[in-house]
């Protein structure tokens, strides 16, 4: 499949998929959507709702691709003087080749990061990795329906491609292993709005709400996992 990388709105770079005619991040700005959908409604508000008494965070990305959640969380762990472990699941992992020509430590002006941003996609998969005393990593090259864990994380990065081209991977058995995959309380987050997708979440048990979407999206969703009665 031809694979061409591009700019996007706010001048951040992506993947851009023609055969699809999909992106691996909004063509309305890549960091803008990261920063809105998986950062502001997703560590943020996982941060508020845990409280400062236990900063430690558990964090599950569903499509690891360029690297840029993982990154900017890495980032943002250091602001906020929390401790994350960052899982994340790939099946085809972005060559480096592409990798190198992403140009986020630039346009967030974070040039201190971008020996870090590399490194992400250097490190071996199937590993634990201390990257900072704020961040550690595992990459795990598997399939989303091959995920088992249970009571594990408190946030999921849901960000796989659009359900238009992989329908598969929005479907309530995928969201059944995120349900089982998360501690109570734990909260999902993704760019998807569609109706076929919060009814999957709602179908598996999760509270599912509507919030702002990023630039270019009306709405984005927010999935709870409720306390057991």
Known sequence: ME?????????SSTIHLPDWNEQYHSKHG??????????????????RLRGTHDPKISILE??????LNAWITFLEAKTLNIT????????????????????????????????TFKTLHRLSWEAHHDISSHFSLTKQ???????????TYHLIYFDAFGARVQPELWTESIFKRMFHALKEQGILVTYSAKGSVRRAMQNV????????????????????????Q
């Open 3 to 11: 694979r061409q990388v591009i700019i996007t709105a706010d001048g």
């Open 30 to 47: 890549a960091i803008q959507e990261a920063y809105h959908v998986f950062i502001h409604h997703g560590l943020h508000r996982c941060y």
């Open 62 to 67: 569903i499509g690891f691709g360029t690297g």
């Open 84 to 115: 994350i472990d960052y899982v994340g699941v790939e099946a085809y992992p972005v060559p480096m080749e592409e990798v190198l020509q992403l140009n986020y430590p630039e346009i967030l002006n974070a040039d201190d990061g971008a020996n």
């Open 141 to 151: 090259k598997k399939f989303f329906k091959e995920i088992n864990d249970e009571n």
């Open 205 to 228: 048990g999760f509270t599912v709400e509507k919030l702002p979407g990023p630039p270019g999206k009306r709405e984005m969703l927010c999935a709870s996992k409720p306390i057991s």
